[in-house]
């Protein structure tokens, strides 16, 4: 993947802020209270998708728009947050978008993905089968095949970064879940490119963390299932393009169980009153697993997304 410029990123954000106004980052004081630290979050939840996936899909669909004009037709694998990304912002241009979910996927996020135009198929039991799929269907319908990891998606991503680092520039540590890749990817080259610091962390779930797994031992490694409620960590085999992003520019990779993650999704709750779908949660698990380590620090935690169905977070809230 090619290193970015700030201008780069900045040509991004103008392009993402035509469809979307940029999104809040907070210090939130009851977090710091405790964890001992300053904590800001970025509320990539505040999205018109609510995740951050949304930028990616505003600045590839207007770099496919660009490229292959007579695009009619795209697909997509997801477990929701790229699907309603993708949806959306073919939606806009008035190109058709196929997205293939595993069984059993958020019913609340396929009906969101439906409601932004996409037009759903369910197969296989997990995220990669599914992405499987979509390359075969890609080659049947003669679909343009829109992957969960591209330079263009972590281009548009990046603005995110780029919002939080112009607000807060002296971050010490930045925590950032990992699924495909386009968001501690983004937030790398946001760094790099402001010439920042930061360390950047990122956060896998203990039952899918084949990125973790990975990065320390410097070659791919893939998990024989992925079976966390966080779905949008819920990946089994790193993206080998992301993968060559972080190995070398994150600091260490975190794992997190559900238990964590769920108790993180109530503390949002309890100290900001903000929904954190398991991954948007993911980041502040780690947080809370490392507290002794950033005390006193000025850390970022990214809230990925707020897509969780209303039965799960009942049954979060209620534990």
Same mark, same amino acid.
């Given at each position: 993947?090619?290193?970015?410029?700030?201008?780069?990123?900045?040509?991004?954000?103008?392009?993402?802020?035509?469809?979307?106004?940029?999104?809040?980052?907070?210090?939130?004081?009851?977090?710091?209270?405790?964890?001992?630290?300053?904590?800001?979050?970025?509320?990539?939840?505040?999205?018109?998708?609510?995740?951050?996936?949304?930028?990616?899909?505003?600045?590839?669909?207007?770099?496919?728009?660009?490229?292959?004009?007579?695009?009619?037709?795209?697909?997509?694998?997801?477990? $929701?947050?790229? @699907?309603?990304?993708? =949806?959306?912002? !073919?939606?806009? #241009?008035?190109?058709?978008? /196929?997205? %293939? +979910?595993?069984?059993?996927?958020?019913?609340?996020?396929?009906?969101?993905?439906?409601?932004?135009?996409?037009?759903?198929?369910?197969?296989?039991?997990?995220?990669?089968?599914?992405?499987?799929?979509?390359?075969?269907?890609?080659?049947?319908?003669?679909?343009?095949?829109?992957?969960?990891?591209?330079?263009?998606?972590?281009?548009?991503?990046?603005?995110?970064?780029?919002?939080?680092?112009?607000?807060?520039?002296?971050?010490?540590?930045?925590?950032?879940?990992?699924?495909?890749?386009? $968001?501690?990817? @983004?937030?790398?080259? =946001?760094?790099? !490119?402001?010439? #920042?610091?930061?360390?950047? /962390?990122? %956060? +896998?779930?203990?039952?899918?963390?084949?990125?973790?797994?990975?990065?320390?031992?410097?070659?791919?490694?893939?998990?024989?299932?992925?079976?966390?409620?966080?779905?949008?960590?819920?990946?089994?085999?790193?993206?080998?393009?992301?993968?060559?992003?972080?190995?070398?520019?994150?600091?260490?990779?975190?794992?997190?169980?559900?238990?964590?993650?769920?108790?993180?999704?109530?503390?949002?709750?309890?100290?900001?009153?903000?929904?954190?779908?398991?991954?948007?949660?993911?980041?502040?698990?780690?947080?809370?697993?490392?507290?002794? =380590?950033?005390?006193?620090?000025?850390?970022?935690?990214?809230?990925?997304?707020?897509?969780?169905?209303?039965?799960?977070?009942?049954?979060?809230?209620?534990?």
């Amino acid at each position: 993947m090619p290193g970015f410029t700030r201008e780069d990123l900045e040509a991004a954000a103008r392009q993402v802020y035509q469809v979307m106004p940029p999104t809040p980052q907070f210090v939130w004081p009851l977090l710091a209270q405790r964890l001992g630290c300053t904590v800001w979050v970025k509320h990539e939840n505040h999205t018109p998708t609510g995740a951050f996936k949304v930028r990616g899909g505003i600045t590839y669909m207007a770099w496919l728009k660009r490229t292959a004009p007579t695009t009619t037709g795209v697909i997509a694998a997801t477990r $929701g947050n790229h @699907g309603q990304s993708v =949806a959306m912002a !073919a939606q806009a #241009l008035g190109i058709r978008a /196929v997205i %293939v +979910v595993p069984k059993g996927n958020s019913v609340e996020k396929n009906r969101a993905m439906a409601g932004f135009g996409g037009e759903l198929i369910e197969f296989g039991e997990d995220f990669d089968e599914a992405r499987e799929e979509a390359i075969r269907l890609a080659r049947v319908q003669g679909l343009f095949l829109v992957p969960a990891f591209h330079p263009e998606l972590v281009r548009g991503v990046a603005s995110y970064a780029l919002e939080l680092f112009t607000a807060a520039s002296d971050l010490h540590t930045v925590y950032v879940p990992i699924g495909c890749g386009s $968001g501690i990817c @983004g937030v790398i080259a =946001a760094r790099d !490119a402001l010439g #920042l610091k930061t360390e950047v /962390v990122g %956060v +896998v779930s203990t039952e899918a963390d084949a990125a973790k797994q990975s990065f320390e031992a410097g070659v791919l490694r893939e998990t024989a299932s992925a079976s966390t409620f966080a779905d949008g960590l819920a990946v089994r085999k790193p993206v080998p393009e992301a993968f060559d992003v972080y190995a070398k520019g994150a600091a260490r990779i975190v794992s997190v169980s559900d238990a964590e993650i769920a108790e993180a999704m109530r503390i949002y709750y309890a100290d900001t009153h903000n929904l954190a779908e398991g991954a948007g949660a993911a980041a502040l698990a780690a947080l809370m697993q490392e507290r002794v =380590a950033m005390a006193g620090k000025r850390v970022g935690v990214i809230l990925s997304g707020g897509n969780v169905d209303r039965g799960v977070y009942a049954t979060v809230l209620s534990q």
